[in-house]
């Protein structure tokens, strides 16, 4: 069994789409209003519009039931760190080594929280 997809819930599709497309580089499947999917490698990452999203800043630490955190992985963690703190992404954890991977922790729009680790070539 593997993972087919994953939705994250968003108050503003476009702005959503306009960070997972043109912030993370997520290529782009398809957008409507209400639902936009974005490929790679493996699965799907879905947007569904929402109107009753509760806006909350994630944390490394704050971590309610029933929230998930997309992990996506990258060749190099820190051009990518340093990318999204250009675009004034919020970085809930700086890149550091966890469990022998590196991994930095990112905030979308609504404030859930995006694992991104960088690719084991070893």
């Not at 922790?105 to 070893?122: C, F, K, R, T």
């Given at each position: 069994m593997r993972v087919n997809y994953a939705i994250v819930f968003v108050s503003d599709m476009a702005q959503s789409i306009a960070f997972y497309r043109d912030t993370l580089g997520l290529p782009l499947r398809f957008e409507t209003p209400a639902w936009t999917e974005f490929a790679t490698d493996g699965a799907t990452l879905a947007l569904h519009a929402t109107e009753e999203l509760a806006v909350a800043e994630a944390t490394a630490g704050d971590m309610p039931a029933g929230r998930c955190r997309p992990g996506f992985e990258v060749p190099d963690l820190d051009e990518f760190h340093a990318r999204m703190i250009a675009s004034n992404v919020l970085c809930a954890q700086e890149p550091k080594d966890v469990f022998g991977t590196r991994i930095g922790?990112?905030?979308?729009?609504?404030?859930?929280?995006?694992?991104?680790?960088?690719?084991?070539?070893?």
């Open positions: 922790q990112y905030v979308d729009p609504d404030g859930l929280a995006i694992s991104v680790a960088e690719a084991n070539l070893g």
